[in-house]
């Protein structure tokens, strides 16, 4: 397991099932109608059971980019968290700026109920195509950016069904932190 920590909270990466995850909440990889789907969709209705689909035809579906929260049924967490991310078309139809708004939005819904853990899939990266190196850059600096606007968020896993997504996303972290400790480092020279 990979950590960082942001302020009073930690990033964690692991490979894993996002279903099985201990954390209060965990967000779901949602297509818009909100109905259950494939990968991760499809495994945490699975999993959840029918309850969730029931909170989730109440809801009335979910536009790209944004976020909305159900109960987590039988699962281990409190709440599913629901975002929804762009399908990837070439990178030309402002996906970067969608898919970074489904992770602020899932940190948002997060604070809103109180919840002070919350494991990620890598949104949008299985069946709607987003390069996942890409995706894992947007993912982690989004979150990182934005956690510190939410102090009772304390842990943040992120949760990658194989091994080699599980590198992309530590990869990505290591150049994300060693880029920050550099500007940290230019900026104290800077202010001697």
Known sequence: MQEARIGSAVIQLVQGDITQQDTEAI???ANRSLRGGGGVDGAIHRAGGPQILEECKKLG????GDAKTTSGGRLKAKYVIHAVGPIYRGGHHGEAELLASAYRRALEEAA????TSIAFPSISTGAYGYPIEEASRIALKTLMDNIPRF???????????TRSDLE??????????TGQQEKN???NKSSV
């Open 168 to 177: 992309v996303y530590q990869a990505q972290l290591e150049k994300i932190v």
């Open 112 to 115: 809103a109920h109180h919840v």
């Open 151 to 161: 102090p009772g968020i304390k842990l943040v896993r992120f949760v990658l069904f």
């Open 185 to 187: 480092q230019r900026g």
């Open 61 to 64: 579906g979910c536009e790209t």
């Open 27 to 29: 967000v779901n990889a």
